[in-house]
Nanobody, 122 residues
C-alpha cells in the first residue's frame, strides 16, 4: 500500500511563491515517476509537472513552465513543487501522484494524495 500526503497549500497574493510537499510512505518511492496535478472548481484535473525516479527527466505543462519547479528527495521519500510568480488562474486543489513510467496522462497514475488547496488572490 502506498500513501501520499500533500502539504504546503494556502492563500497567497498574485506574484507570491509557495512550495508544496508530498510525503510518500509504503512501497519503494524511489523507483517511480512522481507527478503533480491540479483541479480547479468545475474543471478537469490537469497535469502540472512530472519527475522520473532519478530526477533525470522533468516535464511541465506549458501553463507553468518557467514558474514552477518540481524536485524530489528519495532519501526523504518526498517530492516538491516550488511555485513562483503565482497567478489567480493557478488557484486549484493540487494533488501528487505516482506512476510506473514517465507520463503526463492522468490515467497512468495509480496512487493519489488527498490534495492541498492553493488560492491565489489578485
Amino acid at each position: 500500500q502506498v500513501q501520499l500526503e500533500e502539504s504546503g497549500g494556502g492563500l497567497v497574493q498574485a506574484g507570491d511563491s509557495l512550495r508544496l510537499s508530498c510525503a510518500a510512505s509504503g512501497r519503494i518511492f524511489s523507483s517511480y515517476t512522481m507527478g503533480w496535478f491540479r483541479q480547479a472548481p468545475g474543471k478537469e484535473r490537469e497535469f502540472v509537472a512530472g519527475i522520473t525516479w532519478s530526477g533525470s527527466t522533468i516535464y511541465y505543462a506549458d501553463s507553468v513552465k518557467g514558474r514552477f519547479t518540481i524536485s524530489r528527495d528519495n532519501a526523504k521519500n518526498t517530492v516538491y513543487l516550488q511555485m513562483n510568480s503565482l497567478k489567480p488562474e493557478d488557484t486549484a486543489a493540487y494533488y501528487c501522484a505516482r506512476a510506473p513510467w514517465p507520463t503526463h496522462r492522468r490515467a497512468d497514475y495509480d496512487y493519489w494524495g488527498q490534495g492541498t488547496q492553493v488560492t491565489v488572490s489578485s
